[in-house]
C-alpha cells in the first residue's frame, strides 16, 4: 500500500461515503444487563439480538440457555457460524463437543438435534444464520421454521410487553 507523499496513515478517510450506506451497528455490551433485551424463545431459551439483516436473509444473535437436554432439531439450507461464549453444546449425530472459546462452522444441508448436557447452568452462543433455519422430527418431517422476519416479529412483540416499544428493534435490522 502506498501513501502520498504527505498523507499521515491517522488521517481518517475524507470524503463522503456511498449516499444509500447503512449505518453500523454498535453494541457496547452485546451480552446485557437488563433481562428485558432477551427475547424468549421457548422456555428458558431466549435470544440477545445483535443484527437483523432483511435485505440479505441472515440474523445475527446471542442464544442463551438455562436448561440442559434437546433444545431443538432442525436443518439448515444455509451456512451458520457459532461461537460459545458460556457453557458447552453438542449435536447427538456429532462425536464432538462446543465449548467456551470454541467456534462451529455448519455447512448447509447440515441436520442435528442440539443439546446442551447436565451440568451446564447457562450457555450462550453466538450464532450468525443464513437463510431459514427448519425444525424437523428425526426423519426430516418439518414441524415449523424461523426465518429473520419472524426473528423480528418476535423481537417486536417482546420489546412492546416489556416497555421499550416495538420499535426498539429497528436499531438491529439492515
Same mark, same amino acid.
Given at each position: ?28 455490551? *452485546? ?5 428485558r ?8 431459551? $431466549?435470544?440477545?439480538?445483535?443484527c ?22 432442525? =436443518?439448515?439450507?444455509q ?8 457453557? =458447552? $453444546? ?9 465449548? *467456551? ?20 447452568e447457562?450457555?450462550i ?18 414441524l ?23 420499535d ?7
Amino acid at each position: 500500500m502506498t501513501l502520498k507523499k504527505d498523507a499521515d496513515p491517522l488521517t481518517p478517510y475524507q470524503l463522503p461515503f456511498p449516499k444509500d450506506a447503512l449505518d453500523e451497528i454498535v453494541i457496547p455490551h *452485546a451480552i446485557p444487563e437488563d433481562d428485558r433485551l432477551w427475547v424468549p424463545q421457548a422456555e428458558n431459551v $431466549w435470544f440477545r439480538p445483535l443484527c437483523l439483516n432483511r435485505s440479505q436473509g441472515y440474523w445475527v444473535n446471542l442464544l442463551k440457555v438455562r436448561k440442559s437436554g434437546v433444545l431443538s432439531r432442525h =436443518r439448515h439450507p444455509q451456512p451458520v457460524h457459532g461461537f460459545v461464549l458460556k457453557g =458447552r $453444546w453438542h449435536y447427538l449425530e456429532h462425536d464432538w463437543t462446543a465449548e *467456551a472459546g470454541g467456534y462451529v462452522f455448519e455447512p448447509p444441508g447440515e441436520t442435528h438435534t442440539l443439546v446442551v448436557p447436565d451440568g451446564v447452568e447457562e450457555m450462550i452462543t453466538l450464532f450468525q444464520v443464513n437463510g431459514v433455519m427448519c425444525y424437523v422430527d428425526p426423519y426430516g418431517e418439518v414441524l415449523g421454521y424461523e426465518d429473520v422476519f419472524t426473528k423480528i416479529d418476535l423481537c417486536r412483540k417482546h420489546f412492546t410487553e416489556v416497555g421499550l416499544g416495538e420499535d426498539y428493534v429497528e436499531q438491529f435490522i439492515r
